[in-house]
């Protein structure tokens, strides 16, 4: 019997979810044992569209069709928050959910504004080191692999670096090398701090695996009563097989996330500073491309309060004019100054390109910084 706080090893004991699992399959065993149990009325989760470049957000009830999900996708850069706000919310019904750290920081801001409610949800949370765009995966893919990305069938990151499968080859350069050269990660995610998510019910990832069981098991913590009656009855049940884990490995967990964090750190640093000395008139520069589409306002998972405010002949702005008036990009940075979880889906859906998540990430920590400073962390002023 697990309690929170506690940590094991786990895997799955259906053979089709371990083989397609990332790892130990554990995340789907816990997902299709909560809908067959009737923990949860629904699960959403994410599975491969038309290729590996393309991630899926999914709704299923029928246990069976889990498997389809089983796999890290890490150009899967989409948010689930708004999928949920949109069609999920307003009801009663239960819902299994597997997270990155921005998916569930989305959620509690979603909580906080009412619009869902938390003890309706289970939230499997994945640990994340960051996920690729997928335009820019195929991108370096065919400029620093040299291989067509229509011929990879499994990329993943593993060790620092990003590795890919074609044919019967295999292919890994160090996420520094390609960072360094402007692939790699999403910006937001590089400067990402959401590590392990520990807000979550679960927190699931492979970091700390060593031992036989190194990539053949699911580190999980477990961070909250119902993560810990889930994951007991679903081992009770046979669905899930679990051991302590190797002291050495939780070591190591420890190591690696603190590497990560000030890796993020460093990112902040780094990309606070490329804004240079005058933060508004390089937010007026860039934002002079906007077309006007509304995708930084339909997508991100804090903005929705003044969304309608910003539509056609409001009081701010005026209809038919494009670049829209600086009062547009103003408003809606004002408005997410304190609550911009850096999820970067602004900037990963603006069809002109603007670094927006980076502007609202940068007037965020400038807030942090003058409110609720924290040695040694960077933002716009202190970097
Ligand atoms: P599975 O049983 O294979 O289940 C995988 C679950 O992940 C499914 O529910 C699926 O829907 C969901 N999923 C797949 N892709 C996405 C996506 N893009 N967004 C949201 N959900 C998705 N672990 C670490 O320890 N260190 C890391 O640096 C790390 N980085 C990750 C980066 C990304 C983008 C992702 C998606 C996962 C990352 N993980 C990381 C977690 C790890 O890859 C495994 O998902 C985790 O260990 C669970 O393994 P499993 O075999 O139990 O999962
Ligand atoms: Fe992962 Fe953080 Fe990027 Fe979300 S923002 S995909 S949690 S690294
Ligand atoms: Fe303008 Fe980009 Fe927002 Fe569209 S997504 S409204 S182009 S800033
Ligand atoms: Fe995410 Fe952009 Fe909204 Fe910030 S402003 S929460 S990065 S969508």
């Not at 009563?225 to 490995?249: H, M, S, W, Y």
Request: overall charge negative.
């Amino acid at each position: 019997m697990v309690a929170k706080g506690d940590m094991v090893y786990a895997w799955s004991t259906d053979a089709e979810i371990l083989k397609k699992g990332e790892l130990g399959g554990a995340v789907t065993s816990l997902q299709k044992f909560a809908l067959e149990s009737g923990t949860v009325d629904a699960v959403l989760a994410v599975k491969k569209g038309q290729d590996l470049y393309d991630a899926v957000p999914t709704l299923i009830t029928d246990p069976a069709k889990l498997v389809d999900t089983a796999g890290s996708l890490h150009c899967g850069t989409l948010l689930l928050a708004r999928p949920i706000k949109k069609y999920l919310s307003g009801n009663d019904r239960k819902i299994g959910v597997t997270v990155k750290g921005c998916d569930m920081m989305a959620l509690l801001e979603l909580e906080r504004r009412g619009s869902i409610n938390l003890d309706n949800f289970v939230t499997i949370g994945l640990n994340c080191g960051g996920s690729v765009s997928a335009v820019n995966a195929r991108k370096m893919i065919a400029d620093k692999f040299g291989v067509n990305p229509d011929d990879v069938h499994k990329e993943e990151i593993d060790k620092g670096q990003f590795i890919i499968e074609y044919g019967d080859e295999h292919k890994g350069i160090s996420i520094d090398e390609l960072e360094e050269e402007g692939y790699g990660r999403r910006s937001n995610c590089r400067r990402c701090k959401y590590k392990i998510p520990r807000n979550a019910d679960l927190a699931c990832g492979n970091w700390g695996v060593i031992g036989p069981k190194a990539g053949k098991a699911t580190f999980i913590e477990v961070c909250s009563d119902k993560g810990a009656d889930l994951l007991n009855k679903a081992v009770a049940a046979g669905v899930l097989q679990t051991e302590a884990p190797i002291e050495k490995g939780i070591e190591i967990r420890g190591k690696v996330e603190n590497a990560m964090l000030k890796l993020g750190e460093k990112w902040r640093r780094n990309d606070f500073k490329a804004l240079g000395k005058d933060l508004w008139g390089t937010i007026q520069n860039e934002t002079s491309r906007c077309i006007k589409c509304y995708s930084c306002i339909e997508n991100c998972p804090v903005c929705f309060t003044v969304a309608d405010e910003l539509r056609g002949d409001s009081r701010m702005i005026a209809s038919g004019e494009v670049p829209p008036n600086p009062m547009f990009h103003l408003r809606r940075f004002a408005h997410i100054s304190d609550t911009c979880i850096n999820c970067g889906q602004c900037e990963e859906l603006c069809p002109m390109d603007i670094p927006l998540a980076l502007f609202s990430h940068a007037i965020r920590a400038e807030g942090d910084m003058a409110f609720e400073p924290k040695l040694g962390e960077a933002s716009y002023n202190n970097k």
